[in-house]
C-alpha cells in the first residue's frame, strides 16, 4: 500500500507495510476437538451442549470464547475449517 502526502510544495511518499493480525490471533485459537476426543478427556456430550462449549460443525466442538469476545477471528474460522479437510497420504 502506498501513501501520497501532499507537504506544501513537496510530495513524500511512503510505503506502508501491512503486518499479519495471524500471530497475534493465533494464540487465542481455541482448537476444535472430535465428540470421541472431548470424551476421552473426560467431557460428555450433555457438557458439549453446554454453555462453556460452543459447536463449530457436525461432531466438532470447541472451548466456548470470552463473553467479551463477540466476533470469531479469521484466523479461528482457517482453523475450524481445517478439522474438517481430510488429509492426504
Known sequence: MVLW??????VLRATLIRVPRFPDE????RMPRTVSEWADGGVTRKMLRGPRYEWVSRG????????????????????DTG???????
Do not use: F, K
Not at 502526502?5 to 513537496?10: F, K
Not at 493465533?26 to 485459537?29: A, F, G, L, M, R
Not at 478439522?83 to 497420504?89: A, D, F, T, V
Open 26 to 29: 493465533w494464540t487465542s485459537v
Open 5 to 10: 502526502i501532499a507537504l506544501h510544495d513537496a
Open 83 to 89: 478439522r474438517r479437510c481430510p488429509l492426504e497420504h
Open 60 to 79: 466438532y466442538y470447541r472451548r466456548a470464547a470470552d463473553r467479551a469476545e463477540t466476533s470469531i477471528s479469521p484466523t479461528q474460522r482457517i482453523v
